[in-house]
């Protein structure tokens, strides 16, 4: 497992100066930070109102580039699947949420749909897969 060292230290000193003020800490006190502190959370996952999701909880990760990761499945970190969530991720792959489609490259839609199948049968139990 990796160590808050170990996750800031990946980063050159730029990087890690530019990020030390948005967290309200010296950079030299950053070496003294574990794995709790807001850095190394933000590094593990994606920031969504103020909560760090790790990539389990999307439906399209192609990479460990959290900017990339699409369609969020939880309410919380590492949660089970929010039934009002995955229905935006439906329906963001079908006509579109809120006036948005998803754009996720053919090569990989089969296995995000199938992910986000599989969630919505475990967020909606009570529910037929004829209704989604």
Same mark, same amino acid.
């Given at each position: 497992?990796?160590?808050?060292?170990?996750?800031?230290?990946?980063?050159?000193?730029?990087? *890690? $100066?530019?990020?030390? %003020?948005?967290? !309200?800490? &010296?950079?030299?006190? +950053?070496?003294?930070?574990?794995?709790?502190?807001?850095?190394?959370?933000?590094?593990?996952?994606?920031?969504?109102?103020?909560?760090?999701?790790?990539?389990?909880?999307?439906?399209?990760?192609?990479?460990?580039?959290?900017?990339?990761?699409?369609? *969020? $499945?939880?309410?919380? %970190?590492?949660? !089970?699947? &929010?039934?009002?969530? +995955?229905?935006?991720?439906?329906?963001?792959?079908?006509?579109?949420?809120?006036?948005?489609?998803?754009?996720?490259?053919?090569?990989?839609?089969?296995?995000?749909?199938?992910?986000?199948?599989?969630?919505?049968?475990?967020?909606?139990p009570d529910k037929g897969g004829d209704v989604l």
């Amino acid at each position: 497992m990796k160590t808050a060292r170990d996750l800031w230290g990946k980063y050159p000193k730029q990087v *890690r $100066l530019v990020w030390a %003020p948005y967290f !309200k800490v &010296d950079a030299e006190e +950053v070496e003294k930070w574990d794995d709790s502190d807001p850095i190394c959370k933000a590094l593990e996952g994606q920031m969504v109102d103020g909560k760090v999701f790790p990539k389990s909880d999307f439906a399209y990760t192609p990479s460990d580039n959290t900017s990339e990761w699409k369609l *969020r $499945l939880t309410s919380t %970190p590492g949660g !089970k699947p &929010d039934p009002a969530i +995955v229905g935006a991720a439906v329906a963001a792959l079908g006509k579109g949420f809120r006036g948005k489609k998803v754009q996720i490259p053919a090569s990989a839609l089969a296995g995000v749909k199938a992910k986000v199948r599989a969630a919505w049968h475990k967020a909606n139990p009570d529910k037929g897969g004829d209704v989604l």
